[in-house]
């Protein structure tokens, strides 16, 4: 059992940053690959990046084309918490975001092999 706990979302202006963060409580939270996915209104949940642990302070990070460039993800399993730093913010941007979390290494862009959610944090970024 993991239970997952998003915060950072708010309202930011075009061209902003936000940092959103996913503090994990359970077991096993090093061996689990961790995602951030989003879902505006009348879309469909959209991946965005993973991050697994590969042993030491060896990471591995992967990233959707609409992200690639401006989002940064990185965890810190000491402190049982994920981030996703969010740079040059667009209003395509607005969704809520939420936090994942799988068992597996492999599919990380697939929503449907994440085992825990988190409830979500909204991210507003006006014109």
């Known amino acids: 059992q993991v239970q997952l706990l998003e915060s950072g979302g708010g309202l930011v202006q075009a061209g902003g940053s936000l940092r959103l963060s996913c503090a994990a409580s359970?077991?096993?939270?090093?061996?689990?690959?961790m995602g951030w996915f989003r879902q505006a209104p009348g879309q469909e949940r959209e991946s965005l990046t993973a991050i697994t642990w590969n042993g030491g302070n060896r990471y591995s990070a992967y990233y959707a084309d609409s992200v690639k460039g401006r989002y940064t993800i990185s965890r810190d399993n000491a402190k049982n918490t994920v981030y996703l730093q969010m740079n040059s913010l667009k209003p395509e941007d607005t969704a809520v975001y939420y936090c994942?979390?799988?068992?597996?290494?492999?599919?990380?862009?697939?929503?449907?092999?994440?085992?825990?959610w988190g409830q979500g944090t909204q991210v507003t970024v006006s014109s």
């Open positions: 359970g077991r096993t939270f090093s061996g689990y690959t």
């Open positions: 994942a979390a799988s068992a597996a290494r492999a599919g990380w862009d697939k929503g449907s092999q994440y085992d825990y």
